[in-house]
């Protein structure tokens, strides 16, 4: 079956540091990768979309100077949330995709928790 | 734009219950409709999907089925047991444009108690 893995589960970062995170897709080829940042105040926040051999479409309000985003094969993205504040707490997810059989399903990791003190 | 309206934000029931958590949606196109489940320190795990008017998404004793007349997804099940708490958020998504993301609701949180 379609497997993700996102790793670090969750990080504890100083108040204008950085957090990277990394997504694996297993069993599957991820053509597409969608980030997205759940808080209980927004739900599912898309930060941006990632497809490999095309451009990264980031969502409003996010930007890639901010949400650097790497998708180098169909198998791994990864994501750095730079100098990181209170406001981008919340739990970051890698929904993938592998477009073909399962049309437009994304399967999401376990997710990547961010907390900033 | 696009949205997903769930009406129950959370539902309490006893187990053997009957569970319906409504969902309606707007877009603009013809969109392909899913359902999927949060548990507590868990990623959201897909559940099922429909993609055209009529048709039934069903897995693990939970069906919906897409009704285009009425623009909605609604989640049923049965007989709900203890195990079912958790918290189902109902999406949709443009068919075939694999250049776009999902669009949640703000999800329906179920507790099942025994």
């Known amino acids: 079956g379609a497997l993700v893995y996102q790793y670090p589960r969750r990080t504890i970062c100083k108040s204008g540091t950085s957090m990277r995170m990394e997504c694996q897709a297993v069993?599957?080829?991820?053509?597409?990768v969608a980030w997205y940042r759940q808080s209980p105040q927004k739900t599912f926040e898309l930060i941006a979309l990632?497809?490999?051999?095309?451009?990264?479409?980031?969502e409003q309000n996010f930007t890639q100077e901010k949400f650097p985003i790497s998708h180098p094969n169909l198998s791994f993205s990864s994501m750095t949330v730079l100098n990181a504040y209170l406001e981008d707490r919340g739990l970051y997810l890698c929904?993938?995709?592998?477009?073909?059989?399962?049309?437009?399903?994304?399967?999401f990791g376990e997710g990547s928790r961010l907390i900033v003190v | 734009g696009d949205s997903v309206t769930q009406t129950e934000g959370q539902v309490a029931l006893s187990e053997e219950d009957f569970l319906t958590i409504h969902c309606n949606y707007s877009?603009?196109?013809?969109?392909?409709l899913f359902w999927y489940v949060q548990y507590p320190g868990e990623g959201p795990q897909f559940l099922f999907r429909?993609?055209?008017?009529?048709e039934k998404g069903s897995s693990r004793g939970f069906e919906a089925t897409y009704d285009k007349g009425t623009t909605s997804f609604h989640l049923r099940k049965a007989s709900v047991q203890e195990s079912d708490s958790a918290v189902y958020y109902c999406?949709?998504?443009?068919?075939?444009?694999?250049?776009?993301?999902?669009?949640f609701g703000l999800g329906t949180r179920v507790s099942v108690f025994p």
């Open positions: 929904g993938a995709r592998e477009g073909t059989v399962s049309g437009n399903t994304l399967y």
């Open positions: 069993g599957f080829q991820a053509t597409s």
């Open positions: 990632s497809t490999v051999n095309s451009a990264i479409k980031y």
């Open positions: 877009a603009s196109g013809y969109p392909a």
């Open positions: 429909a993609s055209r008017d009529k």
């Open positions: 999406a949709l998504g443009d068919h075939g444009n694999y250049a776009q993301g999902l669009t």
